[in-house]
């Protein structure tokens, strides 16, 4: 590997969900496990709540929790540099072990560092990720199937011929914006992913400038 090659493209795609959900991320050599960790949280708009690991070369790696099993490596040292990746490389990160949400990490190529821009860095995906505790792949999908645009037109039809309509505005409002998300499971904000991890990783570096 060239040592100008200081960049992994990763391609990361949600395990068990169709059509599917993925996202292309680009992350420093010298970025370690924590960072990574931090970077697919932003990537797919998860909280950060539920326990975590990474499996690379079947060894488990991710940050420790008080009151979960620990892990021998500190994620906050370990560079990715440190594994090497070969071009087609893949490894898995699991969250929330109730949900068991899986994303396959693969490795497409390594780059040069671009010096106008700051990582890590999202350059492509597709699809909103489900919620943190949608349930799990299979949950989700018998969700989205529910809330299909054509139920959601009928309800909708519904609710306008509800002739106590203005006295249940409340209780339509709770309802209308939980279709407003299943309406737009397509849209992925690239530029508000971006934002998200320049104020993570270079805010604070950013006001001590």
């Known amino acids: ?29 010298d970025s370690t496990i924590a960072d990574l960790h931090h970077t697919l949280q932003i990537v797919m708009n998860w909280d950060d709540y539920h326990l975590h690991h990474f499996l690379i070369r079947s060894k488990r790696y991710g940050i420790a929790q008080i009151g979960a099993f620990g892990f021998m490596d500190d994620a906050y040292r370990v560079q990715l540099s440190r594994f090497n990746f070969r071009p087609k490389e893949k490894f898995i990160y699991t969250y929330n072990y109730y949900d068991d949400w899986q994303l396959e990490i693969r490795l497409e190529e390594c780059l040069p560092l671009d010096y106008q821009k700051t990582y890590p860095l999202c350059v492509a995906g597709k699809r909103a990720a489900p ?3 949608d ?24 609710m306008f011929d509800d002739e106590d309509l203005a006295e249940n505005r409340d209780y339509y409002v709770g309802e209308v914006s939980n279709y407003y998300r299943w309406l737009n499971l ?9 934002q998200q991890l320049h104020t993570f990783f270079h805010e604070e570096v950013d006001t001590w400038e």
């Not at 169709?18 to 292309?24: E, G, L, V």
């Not at 989700?140 to 519904?158: A, V």
């Open 135 to 158: 349930g799990g792949p299979w949950r989700f999908m018998e969700f989205r199937n529910k809330y299909s645009i054509w139920q959601i037109s009928e309800r909708l039809l519904e």
């Open 131 to 133: 919620l943190d505790d």
């Open 186 to 194: 397509e849209q992925f904000d690239r530029r508000k992913v971006n």
């Open 1 to 29: 590997m060239s040592s100008e090659s200081e960049v992994y493209q990763f391609r990361v795609y949600l395990r068990k969900i169709s059509p599917i959900i993925w996202r292309r991320i680009l992350v420093r050599r």
